[in-house]
């Protein structure tokens, strides 16, 4: 069973940046398809970015593109999320998600449902 932790939330200030990292147990990482993805007060759930298993292909929701990045080290075994130019429209509570590759394809890497893993969540707040 892969557990996922995440760390980094916290509260900053619009224009700011955070980094969120994420590292999976229990199971084998480079295996694992690896995202990230946030929910607002109110809001439904949101894919925000994913990365394959070698590191060389990312993708990423409309909203933060530009300003997110996502990166993994399989070496590690952790992944991460830079975030920079944050905006008050960023805030929301953050999760890690994780996904065997061999039931992802580039159609489904950006959906809730093709992760079987979720860590807990990490808070991220950003004030105007």
């Known amino acids: 069973q892969v557990r996922l932790v995440e760390s980094g939330g916290g509260l900053v200030q619009g224009g700011g940046s955070l980094r969120l990292s994420c590292a999976p147990s229990g199971g084998t990482f480079s295996d694992l398809v690896m995202g990230w993805f946030r929910r607002a007060p109110g809001k439904e759930r949101e894919f925000v970015a994913a990365?394959?298993?070698?590191?060389?292909?990312?993708w990423y929701g409309d909203s933060v593109k530009g300003r997110f990045t996502i990166s993994r080290d399989n070496a590690k075994g952790t992944v991460s999320l830079q975030m920079n130019s944050l905006k008050p429209e960023d805030t929301a509570d953050y999760y890690c998600?994780?996904?065997?590759?061999?039931?992802?394809?580039?159609?489904?890497?950006?959906?809730?449902?093709?992760?079987?893993?979720w860590g807990q969540g990490t808070q991220v707040t950003v004030s105007s």
């Open positions: 990365i394959d298993v070698r590191g060389s292909d990312t």
């Open positions: 998600a994780g996904a065997e590759s061999y039931r992802t394809t580039t159609a489904t890497v950006t959906t809730a449902w093709n992760y079987g893993y």
